[in-house]
């Protein structure tokens, strides 16, 4: 069963940076899909940035020029998030999926989730 698990999450005030990890193990296939959700308190969960194997990548307007979204050889896949701001303050998760094709950043096409990093930005 393939196992998803995040890391990197914390405590950060306005305008810092963190840097999520997200380690998949045990996913055998060659072309996936793989995003970066959060969930704030009372509000749905969002798909923020997405990349396929082919890195292809694709951001929510409300990441767009902030977060970085990448991956290494090593099924490793990371989010680098700047000028954070307190509407960021979320949990995130990182998911992958067997897909081909330009990657979507919807929660419904994946099966695999980790159990999610909390991120608190301070004003």
């Known amino acids: 069963q393939v196992q998803v698990v995040e890391s990197g999450g914390g405590s950060v005030q306005a305008g810092g940076s963190l840097r999520l990890s997200c380690a998949v193990a045990k996913y055998t296939y060659n072309t996936y899909w793989m995003a970066w959700f959060r969930q704030a308190p009372g509000k749905e969960r969002e798909g923020i940035a997405c990349?396929?194997?082919?890195?292809?990548t694709d951001y929510a307007d409300s990441v767009k020029g902030r977060f970085t979204i990448s991956k290494d050889n090593a099924m490793n896949f990371y989010l680098q998030m700047n000028s954070l701001k307190p509407e960021d303050t979320a949990m995130y998760y990182c998911?992958?999926?067997?897909?081909?094709?330009?990657?979507?950043?919807?929660?419904?096409?994946?099966?695999?989730w980790g159990q999610g990093t909390q991120v608190t930005v301070s004003s």
């Open positions: 990349i396929n194997a082919g890195h292809e």
């Open positions: 998911a992958i999926q067997w897909a081909s094709g330009a990657p979507s950043r919807e929660a419904r096409w994946y099966d695999n």
